[in-house]
Structures are given as structure tokens and as C-alpha cells.
């Protein structure tokens, strides 16, 4: 068994607890309300820059050349693809985001950057693929159920399910996968876990 596929058998519990949570479960039901989601494009697009950072940084310390482009491509997309669509769906939606919105969310970028301070490059990629998977996880099965709102919701799904994302998830898996053996895995599982933790933490702060 590979060792992505390990932690995601490790963390299945904590993964089936983020899936579950509040905001996921109201978009897959079709039921999100404007305000909140209105605050999630505010606090999702910084998250973003979080993560461009973050693979920013592990193209500097990328083991190998493959790895180096996996990154890149991904740095490429969240600030190209997804920049693009957080401008048009807070143009597009009814309600602005509450002024404070991006502070009470702040729990998810902390969380990933302590890591990456703590872990270098093995944290990075396993903090990432914890956030990836949570969402490829949770918009595919809100995608095959068809109860997602059209317009800004349903595409933000349908791009986290999507092909290009798929792969990326796919690229972080792999990534994993080579990892030193010198880094245990009761770290890899702390580091996935405590991201889905601060993942729920995260979209909650919507509601609050």
C-alpha cells in the first residue's frame, strides 16, 4: 500500500468528520445561505494565497525536477484559475462578505504555516494533500448528487472535481509517496489530521 494511501486509511476518521461538516453539507443539500457564503468567498480566496505560497515555497525546496513542475503547475492554477473566479463570484453575488470575515477564519493559514515552519517540504505536501483531498472528497459527492445551486456554488464544485484538479490531488498524492522514510509517519498522520481539524474550524467561522 503506498504511503499517501496509508494516511488517508489513518485519517479516515477526521476525514469523514470535515466532509461532514456544516458547510459542506448545506452546499451538497443546496440549501447555503448569501451571508455565508458571501464570507466564504472572502475567506477561501485567502486561503488560496496561503496555499500559492505554500507551493511556492516547496518549488524552491522540491526534491527533483517532477516535483518542482507539479508545484509549479499548481501555484499556476490557484493563481490564475481560482483568482479568476473568486472576481467574478464576489462580483456576482447578492451580499458582500462581512468585514471580518478573513480574521475569524485565520485558524486554517496559521495552522498550515506552523506546519511548514515545523516540517519543510514534507509538511507542506502533506498539509496540502490533506486540504485537497478533503475537497475532492466533498465536492464530488455534492457534483453526483445535483443539488448544488447554479451559478458561483455550482462552479466552484464542478472545478473540484474537474479533471485539472483531480490530477493535482493525484500529484500531491505522489509526493507523498516519496517522501524520506526518515519522516515517520505518526507525523504525517498529525500534520493531515490537524489540517482537517483546522479545515472544519475554518468554514465554521462562516456561521459565526
Not at 44 to 63: I, K, Q, Y
Not at 92 to 105: F, K, L, M
Amino acid at each position: 500500500m503506498s504511503r499517501s494511501r496509508r494516511l488517508l486509511e489513518a485519517c479516515a476518521e477526521p476525514m469523514e468528520r470535515a466532509v461532514a461538516m456544516r458547510f459542506a453539507e448545506e452546499v451538497r443539500t443546496g440549501v447555503v445561505g448569501d451571508q455565508a457564503y458571501a464570507d466564504y468567498l472572502a475567506i477561501e480566496a485567502s486561503f488560496v494565497e496561503t496555499a500559492a505560497r505554500l507551493h511556492g515555497l516547496a518549488v524552491w525546496d522540491a526534491p527533483g525536477r517532477l516535483a518542482m513542475e507539479r508545484n509549479a503547475r499548481a501555484v499556476h492554477a490557484l493563481t490564475t484559475e481560482q483568482t479568476a473566479y473568486f472576481g467574478a463570484a464576489q462580483a456576482a453575488w447578492p451580499v458582500q462578505a462581512r468585514p471580518d470575515a478573513a480574521r475569524r477564519a485565520a485558524i486554517l493559514s496559521q495552522f498550515a504555516l506552523a506546519s511548514a515552519r515545523e516540517g519543510g517540504y514534507p509538511a507542506v505536501m502533506t498539509v496540502l494533500f490533506a486540504a485537497e483531498s478533503l475537497y475532492l472528497t466533498w465536492c464530488t459527492r455534492a457534483f453526483r448528487e445535483g443539488r448544488v445551486p447554479p451559478g458561483p456554488v455550482a462552479d466552484w464544485v464542478a472545478m473540484h472535481t474537474a479533471k485539472p484538479f483531480r490530477d493535482g490531488v493525484d500529484a500531491l498524492a505522489h509526493e507523498v509517496d516519496a517522501l524520506p522514510a526518515g519522516v515517520p509517519d505518526e507525523l504525517l498522520t498529525r500534520w493531515f489530521a490537524g489540517m482537517l481539524g483546522a479545515e472544519i474550524a475554518f468554514h465554521d467561522a462562516v456561521y459565526t
